[in-house]
């Protein structure tokens, strides 16, 4: 498979031409006829079958004959294009390279920002789940005819803007550096993920510091994880501190469901420490730590 920055670099400015006006054109319709995207761009229909010729083969762009007629769409990957184009042209990030996690919804990516910053850029891509999960989990998904790419959208806004709100109160996430569509660029953690189990020190410290770090979403940017697991937890290799990740799927404190949603996030937290490293506390009590946590 070709990578993303390297398909990146093959591209020139006509061609990001075509791909701008083919997401124009699709929110009137998924599949865009050629005569359409001739009249968006101006690119005469020799050209533009050669650009649309090129887009295809590299998977920007998926071709349908409806009749005698070519019809053509945006892939995922062709959005990751222009994603990545309005994050260069903002100075959000210089380069991007190789591929450095998978999540069930989630392709991540090392990349560089200016000044040689190392960063870690996350593409959401909810299409890799059904469509009734993603209602039942999600409840900023509204509309039955959204997109995919639309709800991936959504989603990088929702974690762009938690992140923001965390930060200031120094609880351990990421640093969030921009957004553009579907990809969200944070700071780079040199970390492994918990669900791998790795030799923790202090064990009782790490989980206090996970907690702790609830506490500060709970009664300072006043929001929930809402899905949180040794999946999305990152303990750093050089001190072991532990920074939560993945937040798109947070609820405000004042939500109806918050506190059960923060219950079970602390439930699968517990449960792990106990079955792995023998931290021995109560979800009863941790959640007290977090809700009576008088120092927020």
């Known amino acids: 498979m070709v990578k993303l920055g390297i398909l990146y670099k093959s591209l020139f400015e006509d061609d990001f031409k075509v791909l701008l006006a083919l997401e124009r054109l699709h ?6 006829p050629l005569s359409m ?37 945006l892939t995922y990957t062709g959005y990751d294009m222009l994603a990545l184009r309005s994050l260069v042209r903002a100075n959000v990030l210089e380069a991007l390279g190789d591929k450095i996690g998978v999540g069930k919804e989630s392709e991540i990516y090392e ?16 299409g890799k789940t059904s469509f009734r999960k993603t209602v039942r989990a999600r409840d900023w998904v509204i509309e039955t005819s959204l997109s995919w790419y639309k709800q991936s959208m959504i989603a990088a806004e929702r974690e762009y803007k938690a992140l923001r709100e965390l930060v200031p109160h120094r609880a ?5 550096l921009g957004y553009n569509r579907h990809v969200v660029v944070i700071e780079f953690i040199d970390g492994v993920e918990l669900y791998k189990k790795p030799d923790l020190e202090d064990p009782a410290r790490v ?8 506490a500060i979403a709970y009664h300072k940017a006043l929001i929930v994880h809402g899905d949180l697991s040794e999946y999305n937890i990152l303990v750093k290799r050089d001190d072991e501190k532990p920074y939560i990740i993945d937040w798109p799927q947070y609820v ?44 927020q």
Do not use: C, Q
């Not at 101006?42 to 019809?71: A, F, N």
């Not at 990349?111 to 909810?126: E, H, N, Q, S």
């Not at 351990?172 to 969030?176: A, D, K, Q, R, S």
């Not at 989980?207 to 609830?214: D, R």
């Open 37 to 73: 995207i001739e009249r968006e761009t101006g690119i005469y229909e020799e050209k533009l079958v050669l650009i649309l010729g090129k887009l295809h083969s590299l998977g920007l762009v998926k071709r349908e004959s409806v009749g005698d007629e070519k019809m053509y769409r």
């Open 27 to 32: 929110t009137k319709r998924e599949y865009v």
């Open 252 to 295: 405000y404190r004042d939500d109806p469901r918050a506190l059960d949603l923060l219950k079970r996030d602390v439930f699968y937290i517990v449960r792990f420490f106990k079955k792995n490293y023998r931290v021995e506390i109560s979800v009863n009590e941790a959640l007290k730590r977090i809700i009576e946590n008088t120092s």
């Open 111 to 126: 990349g560089l920002a200016p000044g040689d910053i190392r960063v870690a850029v996350k593409f959401l891509r909810l």
């Open 207 to 214: 989980l206090a510091i996970i907690l702790e770090t609830l």
């Open 172 to 176: 351990l996430v990421p640093v969030p």
